[in-house]
């Protein structure tokens, strides 16, 4: 292999890959990249055996083959690189000799046939997402998912379509997200389509779409989902795993309505919370007519008390909730104001939005 | 004068009730709050007193009593009673949901009371604590002037009613606010203990229950002063350490201290010698399963939670090992806790060593649980409540070993 590709499209598609790569795992080869030149393109892999990405970039091929690269050096060498091209050329025994204006390295590499392929995937697109949309449901979402790896089930967002609309939902058991939005499908007439989206291939989707206007098609094969964007593909296999009933917990009869100015309350819960028990990090919504009381007492660290005003008319509520939940919902949405529906204390609280009734979030309480 | 200070302060501390105990001198307080729950409530809301009023959640739900003023007992209701079943007794009481956090805040005030009489304050639970009056004579007066003053202190700042027993230890000052509750007061003088003891039932004496009691009965034994007429020799070989616990206690003897609370969080630990030396991981298991279960007893009962779990196991070798695991929630929950251990457990338990001993502690106890609510669980935490509150009341009824875990089989 020997090839000549421009410093900045080497550096982006080797960039935007290392979230993947396993620097220290217990195969050496998925610390590398596996790097194909043939025709015009160079193609940048890499893989965990969970989810993998290719990406193909434009390069001037002197000749075709292939190599593997530890994914971190090369990085580390071509981000301090000046703005020039650079020669890869394959050596005897799986080295490789990279050049760049005055400076030259030899890098080991690990021989090519040893990389992991790619699982097949279908390049034919269930859904086409506009790449603007589905960013805006991923960062609406994703920050309710579960850490706790023993819940496989819930390390992701489920995806369910129906004819022209898409929803994502993720849930930690505590708190879930959910929102829903119009997406061009390519799937029979009739049909449901649901799948557990992994949170590592969602971090990396987020990655790719930097680029604004772009679609990004989406498919489905065997134990395999893929996204597509031009000539980008990251497939992941599909989490095992039955993610929850989560229509059954979307309250229905929440008739306490309180609306707030969502600037003035995430800065005050942010004040309030500086005193809420480290762990819980609970915080005690008040609610009566026309004003919110936000309370953290009960801790050895203090007392913190702060009362705004809010549109709200009805019987007094008193509700304990996690200030960090509430926070990254505020973090998320649009708009001047949210809502929140109430019923009593220990049920759920829904918040809403006022422009955009496709998108729901459900903090359930603490009981105080 | 410095030679002085040093000495009165040597004679303030626990020194001199340590002295005094010897000579059999101490006065100590078991001050308990009449029907707690229910008196705050009435206090918040005077149109309540004299009612009929029960704490414990709404009627059609299927929790239990908390609390039952003295006019519902009247019917036959008591704590620890299924909702319903008071309901269907008393059809008109006012059933109330009861807050925790008001509860403790006049817990508290309780507390602050009692605490500007003596700096020895033992609390118990929310609303019984033991109070250590030794030497405080020249301070407050003679001990009976003092009880009494706390009595109307506690009711003039919070409008509630306590009972106060006191006496020389702290097994005969519970026995006697057990006695004269509701709103009573009564002083074993020091001398009188045989006399007052000896008509009482022995169930009355703390460290009796069900079991034991029948065992006793069926021996024939049934006031404390026929159990006061067993020799020790006998006591102690059919019941081994608990039979000279019984025959102190039926003297009315104990010298256990009055512990103030510490501003640390206390702990609960319970810990096992093996019969014999074991390697069986199965068996190990359903050890610490039994331990699990008593020690969740003993913070359900003093309406703790715990945050920090340990095990400890010591090997034949006396090699001592402990491992810890801090929850995200905490909890007074065997299954939880047991969950907790037993992962710990397998954790370290992994060479074939033999184990002499096997404990755990529960620390980072809070009476402030916190606990957050699931989405996906229908029946919400309040189903485990129920359960626990049901075991608890099993146990109080016919004792511990009454109902437990599978896993703690081979333990019981």
Not at chain 2, 224 to 233: S, T
Request: aromatic fraction near 8%; hydrophobic fraction near 40%.
């Amino acid at each position: 292999m020997e090839v000549r590709i421009s410093r900045d499209v080497l550096l982006n598609g080797v960039h935007k890959v290392q979230g993947i790569v396993e620097p220290k795992g217990a195969m050496p080869i998925l610390s590398h990249l596996h790097l194909s030149a043939d025709k015009d393109t160079i193609c940048i892999r890499a893989t965990d055996l969970e989810i993998g990405t290719l990406g193909h970039y434009p390069a001037n091929v002197a000749a075709p083959g292939a190599v593997t690269l530890n994914a971190r050096k090369l990085f580390d060498i071509v981000r301090e690189l000046p703005d020039e091209e650079i020669y890869l050329k394959k050596e005897e025994n799986n080295w490789i000799t990279l050049k760049c204006g005055k400076s030259k390295f030899r890098l080991p590499g690990l021989p090519p046939e040893d990389f992991p392929p790619l699982p097949e995937y279908s390049d034919k697109p269930l859904l086409e997402f506009d790449s603007k949309i589905l960013k805006e449901m991923i960062r609406k979402t994703f920050f309710s998912v579960s850490p706790d790896e023993t819940r496989q089930a819930l390390n992701g967002l489920l995806l369910e379509a129906e004819g022209d609309s898409v929803s994502l939902v993720g849930t930690d058991g505590h708190r879930l997200a959910m929102i829903s939005r119009p997406v061009k499908s390519n799937a029979a007439k009739g049909e449901v389509l649901s799948f557990l989206l992994p949170k590592k291939a969602l971090s990396e989707l987020l990655k790719l779409m930097e680029d604004e206007d772009a679609t990004f098609g989406f498919s489905s094969q065997d134990n395999h989902l893929a996204f597509i964007c031009g000539k980008q593909v990251i497939v992941s296999r599909k989490i095992d795993g039955k993610f929850p009933n989560y229509r059954q917990v979307i309250p229905s009869d929440n008739h306490l309505k309180a609306k707030a100015d969502r600037d003035g309350l995430t800065h005050a819960l942010k004040r309030v919370a500086l005193l809420a028990d480290e762990k819980s990090k609970m915080v005690r919504f008040e609610i009566k007519n026309g004003s919110l009381s936000l309370i953290s007492d009960n801790t050895d660290l203090g007392t913190a008390h702060e009362e705004m005003s809010l549109e709200y008319e009805g019987e007094e509520v008193s509700i304990g909730l996690n200030a960090k939940y509430v926070l990254d919902i505020l973090n998320v949405i649009e708009g001047d104001t949210v809502t929140l529906n109430l019923k009593d204390q220990n049920h759920s609280c829904l918040f809403t939005v006022t422009d955009d009734d496709q998108y729901k979030s459900i903090v359930m309480p603490m009981r105080l | 004068m410095s030679h002085r200070g040093q000495a009165k302060f040597y004679l303030a501390g626990k020194k001199l009730s340590r002295l005094n105990k010897g000579l059999g001198l101490r006065n100590i307080l078991h001050v308990d709050m009449d029907a707690f729950f229910v008196s705050v409530e009435e206090v918040l809301d005077p149109s309540l007193k004299g009612k009929p009023v029960i704490v414990g959640g709404s009627p059609e739900g299927r929790g239990v009593v908390a609390a039952a003023s003295y006019a519902v007992r009247r019917y036959g209701v008591h704590s620890a009673m299924p909702i319903a079943k008071a309901k269907r007794l008393c059809p008109h009481a006012i059933f109330l949901s009861g807050s925790h956090r008001r509860y403790s805040e006049y817990s508290v005030k309780v507390f602050e009371i009692l605490k500007r009489y003596s700096p020895l304050v033992e609390p118990i639970s929310l609303d019984e604590a033991f109070v250590d009056l030794t030497g405080c004579e020249r301070l407050h007066g003679p001990v009976l002037v003092s009880a009494e003053k706390i009595c109307n202190e506690i009711r003039e700042v919070l409008g509630l009613n306590a009972s106060i027993g006191i006496a020389s230890n702290k097994l005969l000052a519970k026995i006697a606010s057990a006695y004269c509750k509701p709103n009573g007061m009564l002083w074993i003088a020091p001398g009188m203990e045989q006399r007052f003891l000896a008509p009482l039932p022995i169930r009355r004496v703390p460290g009796i229950g069900p079991k034991g009691g029948a065992e006793l009965q069926r021996m024939g034994v049934k006031s404390v002063g026929d159990l006061a007429r067993l020799p020790l020799e006998l006591l102690e070989e059919v019941y081994g350490k608990w039979g000279v616990s019984l025959y102190r206690k039926a003297r009315g003897i104990s010298d256990s201290p009055v512990i103030s609370e510490t501003e640390d969080p206390r702990s609960i630990s319970r810990e096992t010698t093996l019969e014999t030396d074991s390697t069986d991981p199965l068996f190990l298991e359903s050890a610490l399963s039994y331990l699990t279960e008593k020690a969740a007893g003993q913070l359900r009962e003093n309406k703790l939670f715990a945050r920090t779990v340990t095990l400890k196991l010591r090997y034949s070798d006396f090699k001592t090992v402990t491992r810890s695991k801090t929850l995200e929630m905490p909890t007074a929950e065997d299954h939880m806790l047991f969950k907790t251990c037993a992962g710990l457990f397998r954790k370290l338990f992994t060479r074939q060593m033999q184990v002499r001993l096997i404990g755990i502690a529960f620390t980072s106890l809070t009476a402030h649980p916190y606990r957050q609510e699931e989405l996906f669980d229908d029946k919400g935490g309040q189903c485990w409540d129920g359960l626990y509150q049901g075991i608890d009341r099993i146990r109080h009824k016919y004792g511990f070993k009454s109902i437990l875990r599978g896993t703690s089989r081979y333990s019981a």
